[in-house]
């Protein structure tokens, strides 16, 4: 009966080892997978298998590679929560030197860098899309967006320019009424006859330089519209005619 517990005693001692070193094994063949993927850029996969070779083996290492990891899946919670447990020597059979601690608190700082970049830029593009619903709700009232507003204004600009071309026309039409006989003395005569000449190249100017702001302005409209229109809807158009003293706007729907 002795020698049976002898015998028992001797396979015990020697059953523990075996696991330690079967755990190793297995914590060194994670860490090479972990490696494979990580060259290959899988940094997620790479992440979960280096945590996993921890649990096989209490290696800091294995949480500092884990967070390199998940840094470039740019996980950076589980990133900086798995450098600072590799920085509690507390927790693990083997943990880090003292060079590597100092990669680790680099590490850390880049983290907090790359954090706080990406924060950033998600709060820029949040932004972006609330300015974009803002200008799709606008565009929904008046049916143009801030393209289609430039153009109007440059319109309203054109109409503008046609009434100074229409008051000139009227003044030049007066002047003509009273150079028709019977006039006044030949200087009332040249007088008259210079504020017509100067009537008629004010009109024409305010016609020609109306005529290209009605030109632009409806060609920045029709692009706005034409953007707006659906494909399974008749879009509406603008049309322009233009006479030797004249210009017509056509708006249709």
């Known amino acids: 009966m002795n020698r049976f517990f002898q015998h028992l005693a001797i396979i015990t001692l020697l059953s523990f080892p075996a696991v330690a070193f079967a755990q190793s094994d297995r914590a060194i063949e994670l860490f090479e997978q972990a490696t494979v993927a990580y060259s290959e850029k899988a940094y997620g ?13 209490k290696r800091a290492i294995f949480l500092f590679n884990a967070s390199k990891s998940l840094r470039s899946a740019e996980s950076f919670d589980a990133a900086k929560k798995a450098a600072e447990r590799s920085l509690d020597d507390s927790l693990h059979d083997h943990p880090l030197t003292e060079a590597q601690k100092k990669e680790v608190g680099e590490l850390l700082v880049e983290i907090d860098t790359l954090q706080a970049r990406k924060k950033a830029e998600e709060e820029e593009l949040r932004q972006a899309k609330l300015k974009a619903l803002e200008v799709q709700a606008e565009r929904d009232k008046t049916r143009f967006s801030q393209t289609g507003v430039v153009g109007l204004s440059i319109l309203g600009i054109s109409g503008g320019l046609f009434g100074g071309m229409a008051y000139f026309n009227n003044r ?21 006859s210079g504020e017509l000449e100067q009537h008629q190249r ?3 100017i305010l016609l020609y330089t ?6 632009l302005g409806t060609s920045v409209l029709a692009w706005d519209l034409m953007t707006l229109e659906s494909p399974d809807e008749e879009g509406a158009s603008l049309s322009l005619g233009v006479g030797p003293s004249s210009a017509t706007l056509i708006w249709r729907f």
């Not at 996969?45 to 083996?57: D, F, G, I, V």
């Not at 039409?173 to 006044?184: D, F, S």
């Open 210 to 215: 109306g005529m290209g702001f009605a030109v």
């Open 202 to 204: 004010r009109g024409k």
């Open 45 to 57: 996969e790479a992440a979960t298998l280096y945590l996993s070779a921890y649990e096989h083996e």
């Open 172 to 192: 030049s039409r007066q002047t003509l009424v009273a150079l028709a006989p019977p006039h006044g003395s030949r200087e009332d005569y040249d007088r008259l």
